[in-house]
Structure formats: structure tokens, C-alpha cells
């Protein structure tokens, strides 16, 4: 890949998907593509292990900041609900720091401040279980 390629922002860089039904077949196959062009995706299924096991693979090719999952019934309104609170909440305040960041460095770095923002990655934490 040439150097100017890596540079060029990816088209759904900066944006979340939330799949239902995306643990196989055609659902998986959009939720990979989501994740390839920068999307930050959660999948969803009725069973945990779908869940688990797509989440897995999905994770293995674009990183554990880029995919995670629930369980969702969407003929259940409460599976409906969580399922938009998990996949919305979470990574819009995660997205909104990585955009305050990068605010805050461009209007610093002319004052010589420099401004980094450190992402771990998911952590073994109560939260992070249902992640």
C-alpha cells in the first residue's frame, strides 16, 4: 500500500453501526466490511454464542476498539433497547474524546503543547464483561 493510501480517511471512519442479526452469513459479511472501512460496529444475535463467536472473529481482523456485541431479540422490546444503549452510548463518549483530542491538538500545537490521547484497549473490567 503507498504511503498516501494509509493517509486517506476511511469512509465510515468516525461512525457507528448497529447490526442485528449479524453474526452469520450476510449480516456478518456487511458487519466486516463496516469494520474494514473504519466503522465502529456492533453485532447482535439471540444467542450468546453467535454473539461471542462473531465478535471473536470480527475482533482477530479489526481490533478490539472496532467490534462488539449483544445479545438482541429484536422482537423483544427491552433486547432492543439494550442493544441501542450498549452500541450508542459507549462508543459515542469514546468517539467524542478521540474528537476533543484531536480538537485540542490542533489549536495547542501552535503554542508548542502537545496533546495525546492513550486508548488500551478493551480492559478486563465489570463493564467490560458485557462487551
Known amino acids: 500500500m503507498a504511503k498516501t493510501d ?15 442479526g449479524a453474526t452469520d452469513g450476510i449480516g ?29 472473529s470480527l475482533r ?6 472496532s467490534v462488539s456485541g449483544v445479545i438482541c431479540h429484536v422482537g423483544k422490546d427491552e433486547d432492543r433497547k439494550r442493544l441501542i444503549k450498549e452500541g450508542s452510548s459507549y462508543a459515542v463518549s469514546k468517539t467524542a474524546l478521540v474528537a476533543l483530542t ?3 491538538a490542533s489549536e495547542l500545537a501552535r503554542d508548542n503543547i502537545r496533546v495525546n ?11 467490560g464483561e458485557a462487551l
Do not use: C, W
Open 117 to 127: 490521547g492513550i486508548a488500551p484497549g478493551l480492559i478486563k473490567t465489570r463493564f
Open 28 to 56: 456478518y459479511a456487511i458487519a466486516d466490511r463496516l469494520a474494514h472501512d473504519g466503522a465502529k460496529v456492533m453485532v447482535s444475535s439471540r444467542k450468546q454464542v453467535n454473539v461471542d463467536k462473531a465478535v471473536e
Open 102 to 104: 484531536r480538537s485540542l
Open 6 to 20: 494509509q493517509l486517506k480517511k476511511l469512509p465510515f471512519e468516525g461512525k457507528v453501526a448497529v447490526l442485528a
Open 60 to 65: 482477530k481482523q479489526h481490533g478490539t476498539e
